[in-house]
C-alpha cells in the first residue's frame, strides 16, 4: 500500500505543550497536506507543503518535509482543547490520492 | 463550512440493497473526490470527475460508480451492498484537476449503515 503512515497512533498532552506527530509516506509526492478531522465530522485542511519545500508555518502550525526520508512532521505550538481531534498527512502522487492512518491528539485543559 | 454539501447525512439500508449519495462541490470547484472511511481502513480514496470527466480512480469496488453531471454536482452510486460497506462516505471538491498546489475541501460527510 502507498498509503502514509503517522506516528504516534495517539497523542496526549496537556493544554499549553507542544504537540508533534509524524507522517512516514513510500512513494515520490507532488505535494503533502495536513488535514484535521473532528470526531465524526468532515476534514479541514490544515496546510500544503509542496515537494520542493522544506518548511511551512501557518499560525501554531509547522510543518516540516524531508524527501530524502520520505517523511512529513507536524507540529502544533502552545495546544488548545479544542486542537483535540484527529490529524491525517496526505499525499498526492500522479492522480492518486492517499491519506495516512491519523494521530488522535488529546489535549487536557 | 466548506461549503461543499452532502446528502443525507445518514442512510440506513438492507444488505443487497442500493443506494445513491449526493454532493455538490463548492461554487466554482471542478474536480470531485469521494473517499470512504471505515474504521478498518482508514481513509480510502475512491474516484474523481474533473469537469464531467472520471480523472483518477483509487480502490473503488466494481459494485459502486459514480458520476459528474454537467452542473458539477456528483452522485456516488452503491449496489448489492453488504455489512463491510458500512462506512462514512465523504465527498471533497478542489478548484483544479489535482495539481501540486490543489486544496481539497471536504463535505461533512453520509454515514451509511448497511444492517
New interface residues.
Given amino acids: 500500500s502507498q498509503q502514509g503512515e503517522e506516528d504516534p497512533q495517539a497523542l496526549s498532552i496537556q493544554e499549553g505543550e507542544n504537540a508533534t506527530m509524524n507522517c512516514s509516506y513510500k512513494t515520490s509526492i507532488n505535494n503533502l497536506q495536513w488535514y484535521r478531522q473532528n470526531s465524526g465530522r468532515g476534514l479541514v485542511h490544515l496546510i500544503l507543503i509542496r515537494s520542493n519545500e522544506r518548511e511551512k508555518h501557518s499560525g501554531r502550525l509547522r510543518v516540516t518535509l524531508d524527501t530524502s526520508k520520505k517523511s512529513s512532521s507536524l507540529l502544533i505550538t502552545a495546544s488548545r482543547a479544542a486542537d483535540t481531534a484527529s490529524y491525517f498527512c496526505a499525499t498526492a502522487h500522479g492522480n492518486q490520492f492517499y491519506f495516512g492512518t491519523g494521530t488522535s491528539l488529546t489535549v487536557i485543559p | 463550512d466548506?461549503g461543499?454539501t452532502q446528502t443525507p447525512k445518514h442512510l440506513i439500508t438492507a444488505t443487497g440493497q442500493r443506494v445513491t449519495l449526493r454532493c455538490s462541490p463548492r461554487s466554482g470547484d471542478l474536480s470531485v473526490?469521494w473517499?470512504q472511511q471505515s474504521l478498518d481502513q482508514?481513509?480510502?480514496?475512491l474516484i474523481?470527475y474533473y469537469n464531467g470527466e472520471e480523472?483518477?480512480k483509487?480502490n473503488i469496488l466494481e459494485r459502486f460508480s459514480a458520476q459528474q453531471f454537467p452542473d458539477l454536482h456528483s452522485e456516488l452510486n452503491l449496489s448489492s451492498l453488504e455489512l463491510g460497506d458500512s462506512a462514512?462516505y465523504?465527498c471533497?471538491s478542489s478548484p483544479l484537476a489535482?495539481?501540486?498546489?490543489?486544496?481539497?475541501?471536504?463535505?461533512?460527510?453520509t454515514?451509511l449503515t448497511v444492517l
Fill in positions: 466548506s461543499v473526490y473517499y482508514g481513509l480510502q480514496f474523481q480523472r483518477a483509487g462514512l465523504f471533497a489535482g495539481g501540486v498546489t490543489d486544496t481539497q475541501y471536504f463535505g461533512p460527510g454515514r
